[in-house]
């Protein structure tokens, strides 16, 4: 069974930065692709970044520069670094992979900026 735990969300002041962790179980990690999704209040959930088994990296337009996605595949971890936040930001971010042709998330981990 696949389980994906996100964690380091919270609550800061526009301009700072979070760094989110996914620990992955129950599957391959080194060959998935891994993704953070987000949702705001009232908005559908949107694809922020990828990255591949190849370590290739793709962000939406919005966070690019700012954002950054990586991946350890010893310990079966993938983080976002979130610099120079916005209160656009701010939103429940999920850990996201597919396995098996079955789609997994996490239970998602809320990012709140304000001032």
């Known amino acids: 069974q696949v389980h994906l735990v996100e964690s380091g969300g919270g609550e800061v002041r526009p301009g700072g930065s979070l760094r989110l962790s996914c620990k992955a179980s129950?599957?391959?990690?080194?060959?998935?692709?891994l993704a953070w999704h987000r949702q705001a209040p009232g908005e559908q959930r949107e694809l922020v970044a990828n990255?591949?088994?190849?370590?290739?990296?793709n962000y939406v337009a919005s966070v690019q520069g700012r954002f950054s996605i990586s991946r350890d595949n010893v310990n079966r971890v993938l983080y976002l670094q979130m610099n120079n936040l916005e209160p656009e930001d701010t939103a429940v971010y999920y850990c996201?992979?597919?396995?098996?042709?079955?789609?997994?998330w996490g239970q998602g981990t809320q990012v709140t900026v304000s001032s």
């Open positions: 996201y992979t597919e396995s098996r042709g079955r789609k997994f």
């Open positions: 129950g599957l391959n990690f080194r060959l998935n692709t």
């Open positions: 990255i591949t088994s190849g370590h290739s990296t």
